[in-house]
């Protein structure tokens, strides 16, 4: 199965989160899934890929050409895809994975996981999205939508889209199982 991963590329975050997210890598390719991910090679980005790799698992980035003036580029990746746009870039993670977990990240984090959350309530895929919450880092996050489904903003099935979870076995499991 190939999974993709979205989470931070910031070198500055706690590191903790780098920590779990290495040891999440190195879990993915342990079970013989493949990682698809944004291509950067620091923050959760870089943790997750770096436990991949380490484990001789197989990694696919996907970045736009100019990404490299923001954040490093994972030069170990077995195959890279650059891309002109944040959109290509999007529609190629949809093309390329069966599942996603989105794992502490920033403004890029919450747009991707809100574009995947939305194509598959427009039914454009039904693959397995897991909110990772390391250390109750989407709680606030979870309170806003669980608000918006209070105020009749958006249905309450739409919780359903999403699996919120707390552990890499948690985690890995529920995508297993859905898949």
Do not use: Q
């Amino acid at each position: 199965m190939r999974i993709c991963l979205y989470g931070a590329g910031s070198n500055k975050i706690d590191k903790n989160y780098v920590d779990i997210s290495y040891k999440l890598g190195e879990e993915i390719a342990k079970r013989k899934h493949d990682l698809v991910f944004g291509g950067g090679d620091t923050g959760v980005m870089g943790a997750v890929s770096k436990g991949v790799i380490n484990k001789n698992g197989k990694v696919l980035g996907i970045a736009p050409e100019w990404m490299e003036e923001f954040e490093g580029i994972c030069k170990e990746c077995d195959k890279f895809i650059y891309t002109s746009t944040m959109d290509e870039r999007k529609n190629l993670f949809l093309k390329h994975s069966d599942a996603f977990i989105i794992a502490p990240g920033g403004l890029g984090t919450l747009d991707e996981f809100f574009e995947i959350v939305t194509l598959k309530k427009l039914k454009v895929h039904n693959k397995p999205i897991v909110l990772f919450n390391i250390n109750h880092f989407y709680d606030s996050l979870l309170k806003m939508i669980d608000f918006m489904i209070k105020e009749k903003t958006i249905p309450e099935d739409d919780r359903k889209l999403i699996e919120v979870c707390y552990s890499i076995e948690e985690t890995l499991n529920y995508i297993e199982d859905e898949y």
